[in-house]
């Protein structure tokens, strides 16, 4: 049996469509990589067998990798206020004392949106080396309650 362009598409809209069923965003660059397959093959009907799946494989290698490289932001890369929600209920140290309507410091034990210090307020009187939980992030200044 030969492999006709229209088997590659089909492939790769089915591997697509699998990717529903797994929720892990992985699935679907093997599916892209299969209808470009498709599609080289219907440009390039002579293309052996081999050839088909080496375009396959390194199509997807590299859908992949772009995923990971170009299209998804690293974490450590965020700036400040696109990801709040990551901070809110982590809990840090306080480096320098927190009273009331005055800023302190707090540091958390691996880096949070890029920074391990933020400058902190709260309403209760905080000392050094007090734990407290963030409960808001208002730009660069997190809100802290004792722990």
């Not at 902190?120 to 802290?144: P, W």
Request: with cysteine; charged share 15%; proline share 4%.
């Amino acid at each position: 049996m030969e492999v006709a362009w229209w088997h590659w598409v089909v492939l790769g809209i089915l591997l697509t469509l699998f990717e529903l069923v797994i929720p892990a965003f992985f699935v679907v660059w093997f599916g892209f990589g299969a209808a470009f397959t498709g599609l080289i093959l219907l440009v390039f009907p002579a293309l052996p067998l081999g050839g088909q799946v080496l375009v396959w494989t390194l199509a997807s290698l590299a859908m992949v990798w772009a995923w990971f490289r170009v299209f998804r932001k690293d974490p450590v890369r965020t700036r400040v206020g696109q990801s709040t929600g990551q901070l809110v209920g982590e809990v840090g140290l306080v480096t320098r004392e927190v009273r009331p309507f005055q800023g302190g410091v707090i540091r958390f034990q691996k880096p949070m949106l890029g920074a391990d210090t933020w400058n902190c307020r709260s309403e209760d009187y905080l000392k050094v080396g007090e734990r407290a939980r963030v409960l808001a992030v208002e730009g660069n200044i997190v809100t802290v309650c004792r722990d």
